[in-house]
């Protein structure tokens, strides 16, 4: 869900894993968007393959989740100075790059989406984080291969989420939900607006001081957008 052309440009591009098949970088035309969350550990070594295979090709990189700033700060400017435009998903990095959430936020599977049917639910990493001991009977859903308008429809049907995924809390955020974020690295530090923070022991105790914030939706589709538009002339120049 976090491609943005499958959104903005489905006939016009095509799609390559990360790292990309040998035979993918052979035949890379001179434009080339990375996205995706946690792929910054291997932009230095896809950029370089793909300049060997087009030496001029202009490089995007739209929602990207780096290193927390202060922590790695020059290698994260070093690495953005080969891209014609960098975009990036954490906030605290507005000042000095694109901010741009998760382009997940353009699936139509928001559109239309259930009210609340429950006080709380539960969407759980399947690997990462501490065990969450979930009470009987509550609804919960992992992130193991589900469909998007199935998670969707799940987060959305909670008025407070609890949740280990980072996508979990951005989905949650987009609809307007409650969050309790229950955090495995410092990924969850990076929000505009910083989700109430516990862990898998005590999480019983935040459900009632959990932050709401007012739906994200259309300010983050916009963002998108407005970054699309950047795009569209860094490829047309």
Known sequence: MSG?????WPAKTTNHPIPPRRD???CYSKNVILGGGQIFGQLADVMSKVLESQARAKMVAWGVGLPLQGT???L???IAGYFSLFGTRNYEWKDELNFVPCASCLARCFDQVPLPTNDLVFYVHRRKGTRLEVPDGAPV???AWCTPQHVIDFIASGDTVVTS???GVY???LLGRKVICLPYNAKF???QHPPTVADASNWQEHVSKARRTHPLLEEYRALNLSFAMKVAEVYVG
């Open 4 to 8: 943005p052309a499958q959104y903005l």
């Open 24 to 26: 993918a970088i052979e």
């Open 72 to 74: 790695n700060d020059n």
């Open 76 to 78: 994260v400017k070093g």
């Open 141 to 143: 859903m992992s992130n």
């Open 165 to 167: 995924s980072y996508h």
């Open 171 to 173: 989905w949650a955020q």
């Open 189 to 191: 530090k990076t929000f």
